[in-house]
């Protein structure tokens, strides 16, 4: 599920205001639900982000944006940083340490011997 925002620069009905205006949720399956955030709040669902910008674009004076994934940016970062850190540093640990027997302990595959 991807998180948007509308922000308006110019409110041309003068009822939801400017900035932002309304928060918006695109699902998997491409259907998008948006929230009003004025006063006179409200919510519609469309077949797509693409109907919101052609209904509520008003000629670019409504701008989507969409908020970044943080957690699953993460998790990729995570995942490459962990498989990375243990092949550098686990080679490079005494083999009898503590630090490299806890490694492996958490690590059930053992580590890659670099060929020089």
Known sequence: MKVFY???AEDESGISGTGRVAQGFVA???RAALFWLSEHPSVTVYDSVGEVQAI???SG???LRFEPDYKRAFN???SALDASLLDAAVP???PEGSARKMLAAADPEPPKKSKK
Do not use: A, F, V
């Open 6 to 8: 509308l922000y308006r």
């Open 28 to 30: 998997d399956n491409g």
């Open 56 to 58: 509520h674009g008003h």
């Open 61 to 63: 004076k409504t701008e």
């Open 76 to 78: 990729e970062i995570k």
């Open 92 to 94: 490079r640990l005494p």
